[in-house]
């Protein structure tokens, strides 16, 4: 069965500190990826997808992930963390098996604090 | 333009009432989707519509939930006989049509607390 794995629950890193969030998937055909970001209180905002073509992709706020198919991941990277960058992020993987419907079948979230 | 709007924003219920949540999908979107978010769980897929049709119910949780939507708009979650596991946040999300390759656009939510 389909599933996304995000090993951590929680993660606190100073501000101005590189972030890598991590994500394995398990799907039995070309993966649709996403990330999204979730702040208290707010809906989820997509950050970033990737459906073909290069594996390293940019997304909005700084954010950037690479897809790595030998390792069934696409984790999620940032440089330099803002204060503001404090949310739950959840990856996600796009199901398209077997038919058109999209749906999408989540992680559990990673929860990254930040600290001054 | 519009987002995605859902209503109540907070439902507080008893055990064994019905509920209706409401979603008003981004004008002009074919595709509708429903998630429920556990507290400290990822999002679990529910039902998706394209159009008014919902050709999977598979990922609805028990008899107990049901959904329908009119036409290419507003789309109703209805949860009858309401227990305490059903205290979630319900999430909506459209996209203009279904495959995994459209960006879904998510509304705020329904809390849900079932007392």
């Known amino acids: 069965a389909q599933s996304v794995t995000q090993p951590d629950i929680h993660i606190t890193v100073s501000e101005g500190a590189s972030l890598e969030l991590r994500c394995n998937y398990s799907?039995?055909?070309?993966?649709?990826l996403f990330w999204y970001v979730q702040s208290p209180g707010q809906g989820l905002q997509l950050l970033l997808k990737?459906?073909?073509?290069?594996?390293l992709v940019q997304g909005i706020k700084g954010f950037e992930a690479e897809f790595k198919r030998s390792q069934s991941s696409f984790n999620l990277r940032k440089p330099s963390v803002h204060w503001s960058d404090a949310a739950e992020y959840f990856c996600?993987?796009?199901?398209?098996?077997?038919?058109?419907?999209?749906?999408?079948?989540f992680g559990k979230g990673t929860k990254l604090s930040v600290k001054p | 333009g519009a987002g995605v709007s859902q209503s109540p924003s907070n439902k507080v219920t008893e055990k064994g009432k019905d509920v209706e949540l409401r979603c008003d999908p981004i004008?002009?979107?074919?595709?509708l989707y429903w998630y429920r978010q556990r507290l400290g769980q990822g999002l679990e897929f529910l039902i998706y519509?394209?159009?008014?049709?919902?050709?999977?119910k598979s990922g609805l949780p028990s008899d107990r939930f049901s959904a329908e939507r009119t036409g290419e708009s507003v789309s109703t979650l209805t949860i009858q006989r309401t227990q305490q596991e059903d205290s979630a946040v319900y999430l909506c999300?459209?996209?203009?049509?279904?495959?995994?390759?459209?960006?879904?656009?998510f509304g705020p939510g329904t809390r849900l607390t079932v007392t």
């Open positions: 999300a459209s996209s203009s049509t279904s495959g995994a390759h459209y960006e879904q656009y």
């Open positions: 004008s002009g979107h074919t595709a």
């Open positions: 799907y039995g055909a070309t993966p649709y």
């Open positions: 996600a993987v796009g199901d398209n098996y077997g038919g058109s419907q999209g749906n999408l079948i």
């Open positions: 519509f394209q159009g008014n049709s919902a050709p999977d």
């Open positions: 990737y459906f073909s073509g290069d594996t």
